[in-house]
């Protein structure tokens, strides 16, 4: 069976959380490294992440734009579809 739009667009947009929730989890993990090592770490540690995180952000909310786009395309191609099938005549029956 092919896959269609939505769902590897839906795909895709599982692999760009998970890249965003890697890295947040390693600013995580190497914030608590070097707390336990005994580094001095100040409050804005961690932020040089923020632009990837953006970005990644940006990226997600550009495939849920295109996820609605292809759900109203398909739509529409289905009512197009509809509309240009032939209908069958009713038959009524005399009383």
């Not at 959380?17 to 993990?29: I, K, Q």
């Not at 495939?63 to 109203?72: L, Y």
Request: hydrophobic share 35%; net charge positive.
């Amino acid at each position: 069976m092919t896959r269609n739009h939505v769902e590897r667009l839906g795909e895709f947009r599982e692999i760009l959380v998970a890249t965003r929730r890697e890295g947040v989890r390693n600013v995580h993990h190497t914030r608590d490294a070097m707390r336990a090592s005994g580094f001095q770490i100040g409050d804005s540690d961690g932020s040089s992440y923020g632009a990837e995180l953006k970005a990644l952000q940006e990226e997600i909310e550009a495939v849920d734009r295109a996820i609605e786009d292809e759900k109203r395309l398909a739509l529409a191609l289905e009512s197009a579809a509809q509309s240009r099938r032939p209908t069958k005549p009713r038959i009524v029956k005399g009383t």
